[in-house]
């Protein structure tokens, strides 16, 4: 279950999912998906088993309802201690 948070509210802690590193929505940071907690574009938090999907080509992930569905660029998995270079 992919996460969306802005670089002022990742990474995500303390969740029932435990998020590994991210990844860049298509278009980023002029893109329509915005943070869930506040207004700013997000970028995508990802399981290790979305992580491992990513690399093997998957470039859609669902977030924690069927609400909507994200869309990632093929750039590279970001490590969640490089969170400040996003």
């Not at 929505?25 to 990802?46: K, Q, S």
């Not at 992580?51 to 998995?77: L, Q, S, W």
Request: net charge positive.
């Amino acid at each position: 279950m992919a996460l969306c948070r802005c670089k002022e509210h990742s990474s995500p802690e303390g969740r029932r999912q435990d998020y590994i590193g991210f990844v860049l929505p298509v278009g980023y940071p002029d893109t329509a998906l915005v943070c869930g907690l506040c207004e700013n574009p997000g970028v995508i938090w990802l399981t290790n088993d979305e992580i491992a999907a990513f690399k093997k080509g998957e470039r859609i992930f669902a977030g924690p309802n069927n609400f909507a569905k994200m869309r990632t660029n093929d750039e590279e998995v970001k490590n969640k201690d490089k969170i400040h270079k996003i």
